[in-house]
């Protein structure tokens, strides 16, 4: 039976396992990465690993959320330029986005394959959690864009499901290869902008 932990060395266990656990993910993947690779990275046993997560998968999904986090906050902090139109704009936006995303291995590499596998392998709650998480960002990011003065022409659900498509070609870049992935997002990017803002 694992020993009990401090609260203090929860803490620093979680914040190890998240660190380790991004850079076996980002070494191996997702499927092939193991409880055993982490636990022996951090310096735990495999039972201790059960009392932070019920499963490598959800391990992968809060530092898919971290890092998610990370490039939500930088997109909202984006400064708009002040000489281009609405649709330009939300464009560069939506471009800084799925370019920051780019920055992180760990996102590049996530394919239709592991997202399938993912989706299998979480709970439902944890799953509806996480499309939660998604709403919210998208309503701030409405909020934002409002704020610069940007009249939004469609709905909050009709923003974030094609924000959700945008991530969704991105599953399928190795399908399509990286000159007609970045050709087929580019065209994307602006007919979304175009769309949200009524043009």
């Given amino acids: ?4 932990f401090s609260e203090h060395e929860k803490e620093a266990i979680r914040t190890q396992m998240r660190e380790k656990g991004k850079k076996l993910f980002e070494k191996h993947g997702l499927k092939k990465t193991s409880v055993d690779e982490v636990t022996e990275a951090v310096g735990i046993s495999k039972g201790a690993f059960y009392l932070f997560y019920g499963s490598k998968e959800e391990l992968f999904l809060e530092i898919l959320e971290q890092i998610e986090k990370e490039i939500q906050t930088s997109i909202l902090e984006f400064t708009l330029m002040p000489k281009a ?19 992180y291995p760990l996102l590049k590499n996530f394919s239709k394959s592991d997202f399938d596998y993912l989706a299998r ?4 709650k944890r799953i ?3 499309v939660q998480s998604d709403t919210e960002f998208t309503n701030n990011f409405i909020k934002k864009i409002k704020r610069e003065g940007i009249i939004v ?18 599953l399928h870049r190795q399908d399509l290869g990286e ?9 994307m990017i602006d007919l979304v902008a175009g769309y949200v803002v009524g043009e």
């Fill in 121 to 124: 392998k979480v709970p439902v």
């Fill in 1 to 4: 039976m694992p020993k009990a």
């Fill in 153 to 170: 022409k469609v709905s909050p659900h009709v923003v974030s499901n094609l924000i959700k498509s945008l991530f969704f070609i991105g």
């Fill in 128 to 130: 509806q959690q996480h």
């Fill in 85 to 103: 139109d609405a649709r330009k704009n939300v464009s560069a936006m939506l471009k800084g986005f799925l370019s920051t995303w780019d920055d």
């Fill in 179 to 187: 000159d007609a992935y970045e050709e087929a997002i580019n065209v």
